[in-house]
């Protein structure tokens, strides 16, 4: 009996960039952002905590002073 012996494929090769060009594109790209996304932190905390608010403050309604009745009720009369 002849045996088939079968190759396992070959991987695929797994890129690296050996000059370091990929990691510089993204490093002067994400200096750009994350100087925007300072700025706009800074604005916005600024924005809470150095202003007075004109706006009346949300009060909560208060709840009605009566007791619930007793027992069943009675139907309405027409």
């Known amino acids: 009996m002849a045996e088939t012996h079968q190759e396992e494929p070959a991987p695929a090769p797994v890129f690296v960039d050996q000059s370091g060009l990929r990691s510089r594109r993204f490093r002067r790209l994400g200096w750009p952002v994350s100087v925007v996304g300072a700025i706009?932190?800074?604005?916005?905390?600024s924005s809470l905590i150095g202003m007075?608010?004109?706006?009346p403050?949300?009060?909560?309604?208060p709840k009605p002073s009566y007791l619930p009745p007793r027992g069943p009720l009675s139907p309405a009369l027409p």
């Open 40 to 45: 706009l932190a800074a604005a916005m905390g």
């Open 52 to 55: 007075q608010s004109a706006a």
């Open 57 to 61: 403050a949300m009060e909560i309604p």
